[in-house]
């Protein structure tokens, strides 16, 4: 049972473009969200969350969205940079209920072309 | 070194034998998380740690896994009768505080059961 899911396994931007990378999940109990970045050969970074009460949340180049009627969330970086290229993950958690186990979805790959 | 420390960072066994994999948080962290990524999967949750204790076990696949954290510290992934399936990305993270999900990853220990 897939809880979180990223439908889209791969994506190519031009560099200075916007890139679009979405996630659904299915856990209405859901209450936290993170995107994650991640290299070849490092593990995952941390890159910006959104808790539900919000449906916004921006950090430079890096923005998150949070549609919870629709239970979507999606990350837009503007403008795109070639050094962006790796593989994004969302996690899901739902904090207020006690629940720590984060729950990550199956990553999109972005490479940006300059 | 400031960061997650794992070792080994790969580990070639063969099925039926037992494998250790050491996570050495960041210091001062009290929560820890084992998680692991198959190929062209997203990481899975195994298992967090709240100081020493597991506060958060489900999902580990079976009983040949287990973990500890005896002092609240370093932590060991246990193994037991490995089986090919078993082969994959071992991350581990660790976070000040478990309710922001800022999970800071380790390079991960890679495992192969031959």
């Known amino acids: 049972d897939q809880q979180v899911k990223q439908n889209s396994p791969s994506l190519s931007v031009q560099e200075g473009r916007i890139s679009i990378l979405n996630c659904d999940y299915t856990n209405s109990m859901f209450d936290y969200f993170l995107w994650y970045k991640k290299y070849p050969a490092e593990g995952p970074t941390f890159l910006i969350s959104?808790?539900?009460?919000?449906d916004k949340n921006e950090d430079g180049r890096f923005t998150v969205f949070l549609n919870k009627s629709a239970k979507h969330l999606s990350l837009h970086i503007v403008p795109s940079q070639p050094g962006d290229s790796a593989v994004y993950f969302c996690?899901?958690?739902?904090?207020?209920?006690?629940?720590?186990?984060?729950?990550f979805g199956t990553g999109t790959r972005l490479k940006v072309l300059a | 070194g400031a960061g997650v420390s794992q070792t080994p960072s790969n580990k070639v066994t063969e099925k039926g034998k037992y494998v250790e994999l050491r996570c050495d948080p960041i210091s001062g962290h009290t929560a820890l998380y084992w998680y692991r990524q198959s190929l062209g999967q997203g990481p899975e949750f195994l298992i967090y740690f709240q100081g020493t204790g597991a506060a958060d076990d489900s999902g580990l696949p079976n009983d040949r896994f287990f973990a500890v954290r005896p002092e609240g510290s370093v932590s060991t992934l246990k193994i037991q009768r490995t089986e090919r399936g078993d082969s994959a990305v071992y991350l581990c993270?660790?976070?000040?505080?478990?309710?922001?999900?800022?999970?800071?990853f380790g390079e991960g220990s890679r495992l192969t059961v031959l």
């Open positions: 996690a899901a958690s739902a904090i207020t209920s006690g629940t720590y186990k984060y729950i």
């Open positions: 959104i808790s539900s009460i919000k």
């Open positions: 993270a660790s976070s000040g505080t478990a309710n922001t999900g800022e999970l800071f």
